[in-house]
């Protein structure tokens, strides 16, 4: 799954305030004045990878009268099979095209058996929450912008399941958007902080800003 996401998890409407306004969402285009060399090369590196797309209907709808116009910015993404969620669509002019309903999880699942590039998933955010659900998404590849929107359609949602990733690379724009990949990493732990574990100093302020319970005090008090 590849996203540009705000820092509450929005993904609606990042490239122009036509996208997406559906919600009454007003703030389309939100990305743009965070562009810049570095995250361009990032991007680019991501879409020039051999790759098959999985979309929503709405990011199929949005895209499929665009690509074909604009090909040249996206190499690729026109040869693409686009694999496309929807139980109320049957065919589309862009293609190669398969249009999957029913049991979406199900029938993800066994595309992803197949041999093949990877499955890329970009908006979609209904699609994102079966994907999710069923523990479908293997890599979460985010931009991370340095905004909130206080609204929208968002990436970790109801369907999100508890679940382990780890960093495999990033970096920071000048402009502070984390590049970050995440690649799965298993099931959740979780532990507890032993009262012989010296506290770094973020753990001792998270204590002290919560003050939950007096053992956290007592750690504070053995710690100082």
């Known amino acids: 799954m590849l996203e540009h996401i705000s820092l509450e998890g929005v993904i609606q409407a990042p490239g122009g305030p036509d996208e997406d ?6 703030y389309g285009g939100w990305i743009a004045p965070y562009t810049d060399a570095v995250l361009g090369t990032a991007l680019r590196r991501q879409m020039n990878k051999p790759f098959d797309l999985l979309l929503g209907r709405k990011t199929y709808a949005i895209w499929s009268p665009y690509w074909p116009q604009h090909g040249d910015a996206w190499p690729g993404v026109n040869a693409a099979t686009k694999y496309v969620a929807s139980n109320t669509v049957t065919s ?17 699942a066994k595309i992803k058996q197949q041999q093949g590039p990877d499955l890329n998933v970009w908006g979609s955010s209904n699609l994102i929450q079966t994907l999710i659900k069923h523990d479908l998404v293997d890599v979460f590849w985010l931009m991370l912008y340095p ?10 949602a109801d369907g999100t399941i508890p679940a382990a990733f780890k960093v495999t690379e990033s970096t920071v724009t000048a402009k502070g958007v984390i590049v970050v990949n995440y690649e799965r990493a298993g099931a959740l732990t979780t532990g507890r902080i032993s009262d012989r574990e010296p506290l770094t100093m973020h753990q001792a302020g998270w204590f ?3 003050n ?13």
Do not use: C, N, Y
């Not at 306004?21 to 007003?26: I, L, N, V």
């Not at 589309?92 to 993800?108: A, N, R, T």
């Not at 905004?147 to 970790?156: A, D, E, H, M, Q």
């Open 21 to 26: 306004p559906s919600g009454g969402f007003a």
């Open 92 to 108: 589309g002019e862009w293609q190669p095209s398969m249009f999957l309903d029913g049991d979406i999880g199900e029938k993800v």
């Open 147 to 156: 905004i909130t929107l206080g609204g929208g359609k968002r990436v970790f």
């Open 208 to 210: 002290r800003s919560t």
């Open 212 to 224: 939950t319970s007096k053992r956290v005090e007592k750690l504070l008090a053995d710690h100082k």
